[in-house]
């Protein structure tokens, strides 16, 4: 984790260095655009990184990477609940 304010105090001779962290680390979920046919990810102009064609938008999904190139997709009825 990245320090958010380092510094130090000093008395004398004595010097501390000082790192201030964050208490709170956020964790939620980012969604990948995935092409419905390659479950690959979409590029921002809608184009199949496995397919070189561009995706419409009824052919996308939603899902969630796992693991490198491995997604867990999530259909609209799952995302709504």
């Not at 130090?8 to 000082?18: D, F, H, M, Q």
């Not at 208490?23 to 496995?50: G, N, Q, W």
Request: with cysteine; glycine share 6%.
């Amino acid at each position: 984790m990245k320090a958010i304010w380092s510094g130090s105090i000093s008395w004398g001779l004595v010097n501390i260095p000082i790192k201030l962290y964050s208490a709170v680390d956020s964790t939620r979920a980012d969604f990948r655009m995935l092409c419905k046919k390659h479950h690959a990810p979409i590029r921002y102009l809608r184009v199949c990184e496995e397919g070189g064609e561009e995706v419409q938008w009824n052919n996308i999904v939603s899902g969630l990477e796992l693991n490198r190139d491995e997604y867990f997709i999530l259909t609209r009825t799952e995302l709504d609940r």
